[in-house]
């Protein structure tokens, strides 16, 4: 069942600007992963946040995560026309290996 | 390169006729997951292998059945389709399950005439 929310639904934005999205769930979870997709593809996993961590970065990516507001972002800076794409939050819950995913933001990045 | 491989990359049936799908994976993962995935929706989870294990979600239709001969291979099974099966069906491995990244394949594109 999908449990994140996804917030924008869509983003439009300059090439070199930042792109943040933002991601509410509604249970406990050991952790939580942001995935990209390209139009018409299968997804690629970005980063993984674990439920102790706050924040983490991976090259132009930081994401945040607050589990007392049970909410994540993911700020991509500098975006690049490559980076457009739809970009989804999955949670990992608590006693439960399977992901639950966000209907996703979808990023255009405008040349 | 270790990937994970799906055929057909486009799949036209006609409704009511059995349709086939394929996934393999060069990871050596144990779990394998299939999931539909509508325009501009979440990937939806249908059922998943955890080695030989097979689960079933609770709300996948029993039009939907699956197979895992060896642990490379998983198969989609749509034993009579509708028009509402249409979508992008995508297969999905990870190591062990929890706390490691899946790895999705590129999907099957789906469309029933």
């Known amino acids: 069942s999908q449990q994140g929310e996804e917030d924008p639904q869509a983003l439009s934005i300059q090439e070199g600007e930042n792109a943040t999205m933002n991601c509410s769930y509604k249970t406990s979870i050991n952790n939580l992963q942001w995935y990209r997709q390209n139009s018409g593809r299968g997804l690629v996993h970005l980063i993984l946040i674990r439920s102790n961590e706050r924040e983490k970065h991976s090259g132009r990516l930081r994401v945040t995560l607050d589990t007392s507001k049970k909410s994540s972002s993911l700020l991509i800076t500098a975006s690049r026309a490559a980076d457009t794409a739809s970009y989804f939050c999955a949670t990992e819950p608590i006693n439960d290996y399977k992901l639950s995913f966000g209907a996703g933001t979808t990023v255009t990045v405008r040349a | 390169d270790a990937m994970v491989i799906q055929n057909p990359r486009y799949q036209v049936t006609q409704f009511g006729k059995p349709v086939t799908l394929s996934c393999s994976q060069t990871l050596n993962h144990n779990v394998m997951y299939w999931y539909q995935q509508k325009s501009s929706q979440a990937p939806k989870l249908l059922f998943h292998y955890y080695d030989k294990d097979f689960n079933n979600e609770a709300d996948t239709p029993d039009n939907f059945q699956s197979r895992r001969p060896n642990t490379s291979f998983c198969f989609l099974d749509i034993r009579s389709p509708g028009l509402g099966d249409a979508a992008m069906y995508l297969c999905?491995?990870?190591?062990?399950?929890?706390?490691?990244?899946?790895?999705f394949g590129p999907g099957t594109r789906l469309t029933v005439t």
């Open positions: 999905a491995t990870s190591d062990s399950g929890r706390f490691y990244e899946q790895y």
